[in-house]
């Protein structure tokens, strides 16, 4: 909701900025077009240069009839005004950090939950997939156009005072955060007292002790000079939330459908560009925050996850999506139980064939049944968790409807590689009840159940991620 101060804001920035858009944002001119775009980070931040070449292949592919005017470094305003001004049409487009679109966009929290993702390639592998296409496609609820998603690496703390390695070390610290809710809470809930500031505000404050730190990626850290401020990096990496390229919905409708189409197709192709200029420039940045004498340190990741836990859980409450976690909760407990009763079963065959000479017999039946559960019912958590199989290196490089197929194709070969286990499992199950297994009062054809399980829940899932891709969410007439 636009509270009458945004409108405000939103509407005397629009004038402000006026006179720089020239004809102003998508404002016909004789034979071409003009956009503009913005964002708060530095010329050779990785996001400035990926709109940068968007640009330049725009201006290529039409032929100079549509060109685009950039702005960095917050030349336009902070990223709320420029979201703002997006929505009504002031300026085309404009890069903005995910957190700090939660508060009206609410798919987008699901980027920004705390350890909601293991690691960068995890969070690739979501925001290519069904996760983030229902996400852009959000956007158009209010006269926004999602573009692309611009990872931008893990988030972590960093401060002025000392280093952070438990929860409890974060106790009384006032450390800057993006206006959202889920990190005013997970700083709240961690101990610190959180402080809603812009990016371009932060070094000030921390220079003249208003805050004593604040959290962020290591890019935005360097070239932000926070290091100059705060000397302490502590590698939590409790959030991997991205960022987001959007279109004022005014300007994207104002286009020709074939140029829309064009400039859809151009954003998602500017997503590997960032990410090579993005792995690069965090080497960089790490080295020279470094040698500037910035200590970094590891933290107690399992206390930082415990503590994060119960807001995970806070978002997690609709019933269906909580039942299909939960599920792959108990998957995964059961198939953690097997593997440890497995390294149980095989320590004793080894000390008793080996130490005691008296092998028994039981130990190579009971071993293949926890092993066949520990892989059956793994592989099919793994489905949920998209820790499965895929085209995730050749996605990050076909056009977005190519890239569609393939969100396709994963789940659908993993329904019927599913259904055949699940299938025929059940029927050898069935087949071998009445034959007993040799060394041990089972079934022989017991090892089949946890197959036939696995592959069941293979299809639950899959069916599930089929459902997220086929929704039929559309935006600005481009699903």
Known sequence: MIT???????????????????????????????????DVHVSDYPTVEAVRWFGKQLEARTNG????????????????????????????ITRVYSGALNNAFSLTQALCLPYVFDSVSHLRRAIDGHVGDSVLR?????????LAIYDSGARCFYNTKHPLHRPEDLNGLKLRVASSDIFLKLMRMLGANPTPMSLGETFSAMETHMIDGAENNMRSFQSSRHFEAAHYWSQSEHSYAPDVLVMSRKSFQYLRPADRALVVELARASVPVMRDLWD???????????????????????????????LLAEYRKQPQIEALYRVSDIAVGVASIALLGLVVVQGWQVMTRYVLNDSPSWTE?????????????????????NRHFGFYLLSEHVPPLVRTVFDLIRPLMIMAIGAVLAWWSAALLLDGLDIKMAGAQMPQS??????????????VFALHKLWRVLRPIHTAGVR
Not at 289 to 300: A, E, F, P, R
């Open 446 to 459: 017991i090892n089949y159940l946890p197959l036939s399980i696995g592959g069941a829940l293979m299809v």
């Open 280 to 310: 690069d420039s965090e080497v960089i940045a790490r080295k020279q925050v470094i040698d500037y004498g910035v200590k970094l340190n590891q933290v107690d990741m399992p206390a930082f996850r415990a503590a994060a836990a119960p």
């Open 65 to 92: 009839r549509l060109t685009l005017r950039q702005y960095h470094s917050g030349q336009l305003g902070r990223e709320s005004e420029a979201i703002d001004m997006a929505r009504f049409g002031a300026i085309d």
């Open 138 to 146: 959000s956007f158009e609820q209010r006269d926004l156009v999602g």
């Open 4 to 38: 009458r101060r945004h409108f405000l804001g939103a509407g005397l920035g629009a004038a402000a900025v006026g006179p720089w858009l020239g004809a102003g944002a998508t404002t016909p001119i004789p034979g071409r077009q003009l956009l503009t775009a913005t």
């Open 365 to 385: 039946p009971v071993t293949l049944l926890l092993l066949s559960t520990a892989l059956s019912l793994g592989a099919a958590a793994g489905v949920h968790t």
